[in-house]
């Protein structure tokens, strides 16, 4: 059974730092790419970060550049999210995504609320 489980989400003052984790489990980690996307209220779900399978290289959404930080550890099926310098606009719901050529899963999402 696949399975994305996020965790460390929660509420943090402006400026302040969280770390999301995502573990996964059901599938082969070290062949999926592995992304952050968020949704805000009223918005559409976007892309924060992903960091590819076979070098590691990471791509970030152009407002999260040089405060965020995507890296995944193989040996615990685990993708994080370093998030510091967090603004009240970066409130959403925060998704887990692994992807393998055309095979996508999804995990449930943790809500990350920034207050001014």
């Known amino acids: 059974q696949v399975q994305l489980v996020e965790s460390g989400g929660g509420l943090v003052q402006s400026g302040g730092s969280l770390r999301l984790s995502c573990t996964a489990s059901?599938?082969?980690?070290?062949?999926?790419?592995m992304s952050w996307y968020r949704q805000a209220p009223g918005k559409e779900r976007e892309l924060v970060a992903s960091?590819?399978?076979?070098?590691?290289?990471?791509n970030y959404a152009d407002s999260v550049k040089g405060r965020f930080t995507i890296s995944r550890d193989n040996a615990k099926n685990t993708v994080y999210l370093q998030m510091n310098s967090l603004k009240p606009e970066d409130t959403a719901v925060y998704y887990c995504?692994?992807?393998?050529?055309?095979?996508?899963?999804w995990g449930q999402g943790t809500q990350v609320t920034v207050s001014s």
């Open positions: 995504k692994a992807r393998h050529i055309f095979v996508a899963y």
């Open positions: 059901g599938f082969t980690f070290t062949t999926n790419e």
């Open positions: 960091i590819t399978s076979a070098d590691g290289s990471t």
